[in-house]
C-alpha cells in the first residue's frame, strides 16, 4: 500500500503540490472560524453568507482561468499559489464584515485560478489524464496530500491560538511554506487527448450529472464539517481555542487516512461499491457529531465523517472519467467539476440558515441526511459501469 501510494504521488508530482497549498490555507481558516465570527460580532446567518463572497469569488474565475493557465504555462501554479497567499492577507486583517466578505471574495477568485474547471488547468483533470496514461488511479492520493495539510495546519493552528498569536502571523507562515513548495509547482503542460476519428464528441448527459451530483453532496458536506466544526465544540460543547481546533483537525487526519487507504481499495474494488459504503459511514459520523454530549464524543463523531466523506469526492470524479470515452474524460471531469462547485455557494448559507434557527445539532444532523442521498444516484452509476465493462474492448 505504501508503495501504490509514492509511486502515484511521484507520477503527480506538481498536482499533489498545488494540493498541499491550498489545503494548509483552508486548514487554517477552520481552525480559526470562531476567532473571526466573534471579531466581526455577527450571528451564523450572516457569517454564512460573509463566506458566501469566497464562493462567489471562485465561479468568476473559472472562466478566466484557462486564459490564465494558457498565458503562464509552467509557471501557472506558482503564480496562483503566490496570488492565494497573497489573497489571503486581506480576510485576516477585516475587522467589519463588509471588509472580511470583499477578502473573501479575493480569496475564492485566487482559488479559483488554482483549481480551474477546464482541462487545460485543471488540477483533477490532470490528475485523470495520468491516470489513463499510467492505467493507475492518482485520484484519492493527490486528495489525500491536501487532507494531510489542511489536518496538518488546522492542528497547529489550535497550538497558536492557544499561545495567542496573530492570525495574520499564522497566515504569514503558511506563506514561508508555500514558497518552500515553489519549486515542486513547475510542471510541463499536459497534452490535449484527442478524439478518435468517428468517435462521438457529445458527453453522455445523464452519467455526468448524476457524478456531479455525488461529488456536490461531497463537498458540501466538506466544506460544512470544515468550516463549523471548531464553532461546535466551542460555542455549544463548551470546548477551548485548542479543542475547537482540534475538529477541523481530526477531520483533516482521517480523511488523509481515509483517501490514502481509498488510493489502495480504488485498485481493487469499484468505485460505486466504495462509494456506497463511505457514504453510509460518513452519514453515521455526522449524526455522532450531531448529537454529541461532550467534544470528545465530537471527536470520534468527525473522525468517522472525515474517514467516510474522504473518498467519495475524488472517486466520484474518477468515476466520471471513466463514464465516458477517453477523448471526453477531460471534458467530462470539467463539468462534474462545475455542478461540484455549486456546494460551495449553497453550504455557507445553508450551514449559516439551519444554525441560526435550529442550532448546529439540528444542522450537523442535516449534514447527516444530506450524505445519505448519494446512494441512489450511486446505484444508477453502478448499472452504468457494469454495461460499460460488458461492451467488448
Given at each position: 500500500?505504501?508503495?501504490?501510494?509514492?509511486?502515484?504521488?511521484?507520477?503527480?508530482?506538481?498536482?499533489?503540490?498545488?494540493?498541499?497549498?491550498?489545503?494548509?490555507?483552508?486548514?487554517?481558516?477552520?481552525?480559526?472560524?470562531?476567532?473571526?465570527?466573534?471579531?466581526?460580532?455577527?450571528?451564523?446567518?450572516?457569517?454564512?453568507?460573509?463566506?458566501?463572497?469566497?464562493?462567489?469569488?471562485?465561479?468568476?474565475?473559472?472562466?478566466?482561468?484557462?486564459?490564465?493557465?494558457?498565458?503562464?504555462?509552467?509557471?501557472?501554479?506558482?503564480?496562483?499559489?503566490?496570488?492565494?497567499?497573497?489573497?489571503?492577507?486581506a480576510p485576516a486583517l477585516a475587522a467589519t464584515p463588509l471588509a472580511f466578505a470583499i477578502g473573501m471574495v479575493g480569496v475564492g477568485m485566487a482559488s479559483g485560478v488554482c483549481d480551474v474547471v477546464r482541462a487545460s488547468a485543471t488540477w483533477d483533470a490532470r490528475v485523470s489524464q495520468i491516470e489513463a496514461q499510467s492505467g493507475r488511479s492518482l485520484m484519492n492520493a493527490n486528495h489525500g496530500l491536501f487532507s494531510l495539510a489542511y489536518g496538518c495546519a488546522a492542528l497547529a493552528s489550535g497550538l497558536t491560538r492557544e499561545a495567542g498569536l496573530p492570525i495574520l502571523?499564522?497566515?504569514?507562515?503558511?506563506?514561508?511554506?508555500?514558497?518552500?513548495?515553489?519549486?515542486?509547482?513547475?510542471?510541463?503542460?499536459?497534452?490535449?487527448?484527442?478524439?478518435?476519428?468517428g468517435a462521438s464528441v457529445t458527453l453522455p448527459l445523464w452519467p455526468v450529472a448524476l457524478c456531479g451530483i455525488v461529488v456536490m453532496i461531497a463537498f458540501l458536506s466538506e466544506a460544512t464539517v470544515e468550516s463549523w466544526s471548531a464553532l461546535h465544540i466551542e460555542r455549544t460543547l463548551g470546548g477551548g481555542a485548542a479543542q475547537g481546533a482540534l475538529g477541523p483537525a481530526l477531520l483533516?487526519?482521517?480523511?488523509?487516512?481515509?483517501?490514502?487507504?481509498?488510493?489502495?481499495?480504488?485498485?481493487?474494488?469499484?468505485?460505486?461499491?466504495?462509494?456506497?459504503?463511505?457514504?453510509?459511514?460518513?452519514?453515521?459520523?455526522?449524526?455522532?457529531?450531531?448529537?454529541?454530549?461532550?467534544?470528545?464524543?465530537?471527536?470520534?463523531?468527525?473522525?468517522?465523517?472525515g474517514l467516510g466523506i474522504s473518498v467519495i469526492g475524488p472517486m466520484g470524479l474518477a468515476l466520471a472519467g471513466r463514464m465516458v470515452a477517453p477523448h471526453q474524460r477531460s471534458q467530462a471531469i470539467a463539468r462534474v467539476a462545475v455542478i461540484a462547485f455549486c456546494a460551495f455557494l449553497i453550504a455557507p448559507v445553508l450551514m449559516g440558515g439551519l444554525s441560526e434557527v435550529f442550532g448546529l445539532r439540528l444542522a450537523f444532523g442535516a449534514v447527516a441526511a444530506l450524505l445519505l442521498m448519494i446512494l441512489p444516484p450511486v446505484l444508477a452509476l453502478r448499472r452504468r459501469a457494469r454495461a460499460l465493462a460488458a461492451v467488448p474492448a
Open positions: 500500500m505504501r508503495m501504490s501510494i509514492l509511486s502515484a504521488l511521484r507520477l503527480t508530482r506538481a498536482p499533489g503540490s498545488a494540493f498541499v497549498v491550498m489545503g494548509l490555507y483552508w486548514g487554517v481558516f477552520a481552525a480559526h472560524v470562531p476567532v473571526f465570527r466573534d471579531r466581526l460580532g455577527v450571528d451564523d446567518a450572516v457569517f454564512g453568507s460573509l463566506l458566501l463572497g469566497s464562493s462567489l469569488g471562485l465561479l468568476t474565475t473559472m472562466w478566466l482561468a484557462p486564459r490564465f493557465d494558457q498565458k503562464l504555462g509552467r509557471a501557472a501554479l506558482p503564480v496562483a499559489a503566490a496570488l492565494l497567499a497573497l489573497a489571503w492577507i502571523v499564522v497566515f504569514g507562515g503558511m506563506t514561508v511554506v508555500t514558497l518552500v513548495l515553489m519549486p515542486l509547482l513547475w510542471r510541463a503542460p499536459s497534452p490535449e487527448m484527442m478524439p478518435e476519428e483533516g487526519i482521517t480523511m488523509t487516512l481515509g483517501r490514502f487507504g481509498g488510493q489502495a481499495l480504488a485498485e481493487r474494488l469499484s468505485e460505486t461499491a466504495v462509494i456506497r459504503v463511505a457514504a453510509l459511514v460518513s452519514a453515521f459520523g455526522a449524526a455522532i457529531a450531531a448529537m454529541a454530549p461532550v467534544p470528545m464524543v465530537a471527536y470520534l463523531g468527525f473522525a468517522i465523517t
